[in-house]
């Protein structure tokens, strides 16, 4: 690191949010850090921090609010109205009159009294950015960071309207530097989170399950000791998901022990489609094991909001593949419900046919990390609809990407190709 060089702390949240803006959907906000605000700080000259990246054991408050004093620089990113970025806003606001930038997702409204100030603007695609947008903000961020430090103009709305209260602006000889204890090798909460992500990627769940649960720990631990805090949700999300996907110590006690972590977000009555797809996806699996009518019943509720609620194809796909689970258990005993569930199912389909066929329109779609699984899914929906020509153009495609994807990624567009064309047949 550069002597005295100068630091920006980076408001925002991490992992996947919903955004409850114009439309429901979900970010992630670390693919905005990581594609768009770091490289941008750093080209500009500054050591860039987030708030995970300097957590490491006990809370945060401490340092947050050094960093929020002592920075040369913050970027608040308020994209999904996250309430903890808006209210440090405001603190740095409070605490600095100049030197704030404030960036969003453009789609996401305005929150509180912040739209009347200087926004840069992004567009996200939900899981990534296109390489293209990703450039352009880079560079146009970069310039903005440099027009910032050069100068020292009011941003803070405190001290332009509130100069009567006699608040004075601090001069920088005033301000020692932020610790730079983020530059060190010592286990942070953002280390701990990717070496969770990665070992996932590798199906090492177990692995990953692991990691997780000390992130739940670096975020719980007070300074005494004692757990206190309040994890994240996007940590206990995945550590849901590691954990029922491990398999440990046998796949039904790993379902039970997801349930448990996911039962801490409420999922009953969630409204956060990460959440209710999760959820979902081990009540599906519980029925899968036991046959009890009791956890498909959970799975169709938890995965029809959480499709209502996103229209994303991950919810819907199975929320149509639950349906029918169901009305196959009810052709003997009920066949109008059965018929009814069998009819839903189809327009769920039909609505994702939409819904990615409107999404390939877009020109920045193939640069999704999902794009694969988009088209993957399109096929299925499209033999599950009947329409076997047009499936198998979509599954020629999937199975054409460059990089070919993984044996076990084709096996699983399989059986779900398997499963959807049982349904034209039965």
Not at 79 to 107: C, D, M, Q
Not at 176 to 198: H, K, Y
Request: proline letters at 4%; charged letters at 30%; aromatic letters at 8%.
């Amino acid at each position: 690191m550069v002597p005295d060089q100068p630091t920006c702390f980076v408001i925002m949240g991490f992992g996947k949010k919903p955004d409850y803006g114009k439309k429901a959907r979900t970010l992630d906000l670390d693919a905005t850090y990581k594609a768009i605000i770091k490289p941008a700080v750093t080209a500009a000259g500054l050591k860039c921090i987030r708030a995970d990246e300097v957590m490491q054991s006990g809370v945060i408050d401490v340092k947050m609010y050094e960093l929020l004093l002592r920075s040369d620089l913050v970027i608040a990113d308020i994209s999904t109205a996250n309430a903890n970025a808006i209210y440090e806003l405001g603190v740095r606001h409070a605490l600095r009159p100049f030197r704030t930038i404030i960036i969003k997702e453009e789609e996401g409204k305005f929150q509180f009294d912040l739209n009347h100030l200087a926004t840069l603007q992004y567009r996200h695609l939900g899981e990534d950015i296109g390489a293209s947008e990703a450039e352009t903000k880079r560079g146009a961020l970069t310039a903005l960071i440099q027009a910032v430090m050069a100068r020292q103009d009011l941003d803070s709305p405190v001290f332009t309207h509130l100069a009567a209260l006699g608040l004075k602006p601090m001069s920088d000889d005033d301000l020692t530097r932020a610790t730079r204890a983020a530059a060190s090798d010592a286990e942070t909460l953002a280390t701990v989170i990717e070496a969770g992500r990665a070992a996932a990627a590798a199906s090492k769940h177990e692995d990953a399950a692991k990691h997780f649960r000390r992130a739940v720990e670096l975020q719980m631990k007070g300074p005494d000791g004692s757990m206190a805090g309040t994890p994240d949700p996007f940590v206990i999300q995945q550590l849901a998901l590691a954990t029922y996907k491990s398999n440990q110590p046998d796949p039904v006690r790993a379902l039970e022990a997801g349930w448990e972590w996911i039962q801490r977000l409420s999922p009953a009555e969630s409204t956060d489609p990460e959440t209710l797809g999760i959820a979902g996806a081990i009540q599906k699996r519980l029925f899968q094991r036991h046959e009890q009518q009791e956890h498909l019943d959970r799975a169709i509720e938890l995965y029809g909001r959480g499709f209502e609620l996103k229209r994303d194809y991950y919810n819907g796909e199975n929320y149509a593949l639950c349906l029918d689970l169901r009305a196959k258990a009810e052709d003997a005993t009920s066949p109008n419900d059965a018929l009814y569930d069998r009819v839903t199912a189809r327009k769920v389909r039909e609505k994702i046919h939409d819904i990615l066929l409107a999404a390939f329109a877009d020109r920045d779609t193939p640069e999704r990390p999902d794009y694969k699984w988009m088209l993957a899914t399109m096929a299925n929906v499209l033999y599950a609809l009947g329409k076997n020509d047009e499936a198998s153009m979509y599954e020629a495609r999937f199975k054409g990407l460059d990089p070919a994807p993984a044996n076990w990624e084709v096996q699983t567009f399989e059986d779900g190709k398997k499963y959807a064309r049982a349904i034209v047949t039965s």
